[in-house]
């Protein structure tokens, strides 16, 4: 089917799974919604913290795609939300029109999907891709600088590579920068606070086999750990996993 077709799915309900995989080829968009009074410090805060949080589209004064897919509802072209009060999920939802306000600004965040193409067409398999489960994301100790109210850590993915071909899978992220380029670490999860790789606190956790070393990406769902951080009172976001897939191609943010 058609991107179109696949977020008119969504729109009816027919599909809330996670989206990787999906329309193979086409830029996938992590999502933060804010009330108006947060969004400049936030938008700042992304600027500065940009490989974690690469903010690809602001719509504010609406809640209608201009850039990544003209005319596309973010109210329910998602196939889950995460409404959060004080800093806390407090329950999943497939539209956010009964949320609504008009001064929601909404910001669509690079997500490391969109990379996952090049990656496949390079021969380099994807363990989560594979299973058609979530992809695996922990909590770290790498702090973010901070702007006003907003603080705290990365969130990151991670993507078991055949040790042969981890070089590979760094040459060819780094050429999405707008997507969390690079890893982040390769190899010592420990590193970065992650006690038991087996153990996510997003996604699905998957085998790490004996060939094969862990590589660990910025992640948009960074975002849901720090409203988490500063208990912001209201805030919508995508569920982890369950993300905006948008008209543009992954060659179009190839660099």
């Known amino acids: 089917m058609t991107v179109k077709e696949f977020r008119e799915k969504i729109a009816k309900g027919e599909f809330d799974k996670p989206t990787a995989g999906y329309c193979s ?5 992590n999502m933060v919604v804010l009330p108006k009074e947060y969004a400049d410090s936030f938008e700042e805060f992304a600027k500065k913290n940009s490989k974690a949080i690469p903010v690809l589209e602001v719509v504010k004064g609406s809640h209608f795609s201009q850039t990544l897919a003209k005319g596309a509802n973010l109210l329910n072209e998602l196939p889950s939300y995460d409404i959060i009060e004080n ?37 380099i398999s994807l363990r989560h891709v594979d299973l058609k489960t979530n ?16 603080k705290g850590n990365m969130v990151v993915s991670m993507r078991p590579i055949k040790k042969e071909r981890v070089a590979d899978a760094c040459v060819v992220t780094s050429h999405f920068p707008n997507m969390h380029g690079t890893p982040i670490q390769v190899g010592y999860p420990e590193m970065i606070g992650i006690k038991d790789v087996q153990n996510p606190d997003y996604g699905d956790a998957v085998e790490i086999k004996d060939d094969e070393i862990p590589l660990f990406w910025p992640c948009g769902v960074t975002p849901q750990n720090v409203l988490r951080e500063v208990k912001l009172p209201f805030a919508i976001t995508h569920s982890p996993g369950h993300m905006f897939v948008s008209d543009k191609k992954d060659s179009d943010y190839y660099v």
């Not at 080829?25 to 968009?29: N, S």
């Not at 992809?135 to 907003?150: C, K, Q, R």
């Open 87 to 123: 800093g806390e999920k407090v329950k999943s939802v497939k539209s956010i029109e009964e949320y609504y306000k008009d001064d929601f600004v909404f910001f669509l965040i690079g997500c490391s999907f969109t990379f996952e193409t090049s990656l496949l067409q390079n021969g």
């Open 25 to 29: 080829g086409h830029v996938q968009a």
């Open 135 to 150: 992809v695996t994301m922990y909590d770290t100790n790498i702090e973010l600088e901070p702007v006003d109210m907003f």
